[in-house]
Every structure is written in C-alpha cells, then in structure tokens.
Nanobody
C-alpha cells in the first residue's frame, strides 16, 4: 500500500504563486509515476503534471506548461508542484497520484490517490 498526503493549497490572487507538496509513504518502489491531477466544480478530473521517479522526466498539460513546475525530493519521497502566474481557471481540487501509469497523463494508470487539496485563485 502507498499513502499520499498533500499540502500547500489555499487562496491566492491571480498572478500569485503556490507550492503543493505530496509526501508518499509505504511501498512506493513500484509506483514510478507521480502525478498531479485537478478537478474543478462540474468538470472532469484532468491531468496537470507528472514526473517519472526513475528518470526524472517531467510532463505537463498544455494549460499549465511554462507556469507550473513539478519536482521531487528523493530523500523525503516527496513531489512538489510549484504553481506560478496562477489564473482563476486554475481553481480546482488538486490531487496527487502514484502508480505505474504506462501512459502518464491518464488517471486510470494511477493506483494510489491523495485526499486532495483546494486551490482557489481570485480575480
């Protein structure tokens, strides 16, 4: 089993920044993909960013590319999502996920999910 705990959400004005953290514990050795997904009210969950733990390769949705940065801390088994130049349309619950994820942007490839953290961007 893998446990994921997110933190760092909150309320910020448009143009501001937030950093989300996702700390993993348990049997993470077979969860090479760590991703961030988000779900806005009334919308489907969508891919935001991901990282391959083994290689460090990063992947981004077009909507966040150039504004968000995903990174990892191996020693802490933690993934971060630095979000800059936030827009009101970034408002959503952000979920951390872990799994093998053969296709890294597809949510059904992730076996473990955090509880979610709310990000609200005011205009």
């Amino acid at each position: 089993q893998v446990q994921l705990v997110e933190s760092g959400g909150g309320l910020v004005q448009a143009g501001g920044s937030l950093r989300l953290s996702c700390a993993a514990s348990g049997r993470t050795f077979n969860s090479d993909a760590r991703g961030w997904f988000r779900q806005a009210p009334g919308k489907d969950r969508e891919f935001a960013a991901a990282i391959r733990w083994s290689s460090g390769s990063t992947f981004y949705a077009d909507s966040v590319k150039g504004r968000f940065t995903i990174s990892r801390d191996n020693a802490k088994n933690t993934v971060y999502l630095q979000m800059n130049s936030l827009k009101p349309e970034d408002t959503a619950v952000y979920y951390c996920a872990a799994g093998m994820a053969p296709t890294i942007q597809f949510a059904n490839g992730y076996q473990y999910w955090g509880q979610g953290t709310q990000v609200t961007v005011s205009s």
